[in-house]
């Protein structure tokens, strides 16, 4: 499978800051996207990375709030901004690989979607 | 995105076949049926998909209803490691590109 990583794994942060989570996949992909797990609940898409331009954004989702690059094929970040307690989710990444993409001996699938392990964030 | 409907909970026991059923009564033509499991403290990961023929991988079999209108994931052998949330949803690729809308899921759990 794709191998996705997040940093940080975990972090815990102070009302009114700000967090960067970076993404990196192994192998280039097409397309990129961030969602947030609130404690108990499914995943929620908050936008789509794209390459070279701003970020797509789903309803209920602003780009002051939740800032995102995308530089290159292979990395992304999420920036959590002026943080509240309400903020206290996982955000994972996912990605879609373009054709021929290959990690390791593997080559991955059009039609899936590779997630990486999630960042735990806790708000005070 | 078509909605879907899955019973919150299901038991079963280690090395038992387990079938998890998944309702979506507004499914249209184009729309794909996809499964991703959640494992406890992990990313959803994928574990099949399919349009209209049942499909089988290593991990699951998809039997897909003649209607469309329900499908069921189907687990051989059901190990201690399938105890997860598992996702059954609906993606079109016109219209919704590549994004996922997941549900609430179902959460199995496997008695050893």
């Known amino acids: 499978s794709a191998v996705i990583s997040q940093k940080p794994s975990r972090d815990i942060c102070q009302r009114g800051t700000s967090l960067t989570i970076q993404c990196q996949v192994d192998s280039q992909v097409t397309m990129m996207f961030w969602y947030r797990q609130q404690p108990g609940q499914s995943l929620t898409l908050i936008a789509t990375?794209?390459?070279?331009?701003?970020?797509?954004?789903e309803s209920g989702f602003v780009i002051d709030k939740f800032p995102i690059s995308r530089p290159n094929l292979t990395f992304s970040t999420l920036t959590v901004s002026n943080m509240s307690p309400e903020d206290s989710s996982i955000y994972l990444c996912?990605?879609?690989?373009?054709?021929?993409?290959?990690?390791?001996?593997?080559?991955?699938?059009?039609?899936?979607?590779?997630f990486g392990p999630g960042t735990r964030l806790t708000v005070l | 995105d078509a909605k879907t409907t899955q019973p919150n909970s299901m038991e079963s026991n280690e090395e038992e076949p387990v079938h998890l059923p998944c309702n979506h009564s507004t499914i249209s033509g184009t729309d794909y049926i996809h499964w991703y499991r959640q494992l406890p403290s992990q990313g959803p990961e994928y574990v099949i998909h399919g349009l209209t023929s049942n499909v089988n991988n290593r991990m699951a079999s998809l039997a897909i209803a003649e209607d469309r209108k329900s499908s069921t994931l189907i687990l051989h052998r059901a190990t201690l490691r399938d105890a997860a949330v598992y996702y059954c949803?609906?993606?079109?690729?016109?219209?919704?590109?590549?994004?996922?809308?997941f549900g609430t899921g179902t959460r199995l759990a496997v008695r050893p």
């Open positions: 949803i609906l993606r079109d690729p016109q219209s919704s590109g590549d994004k996922l809308t």
């Open positions: 990375a794209n390459q070279g331009s701003e970020a797509t954004y």
């Open positions: 996912s990605a879609r690989p373009g054709p021929s993409a290959w990690t390791g001996k593997t080559l991955l699938s059009t039609d899936t979607q590779y």
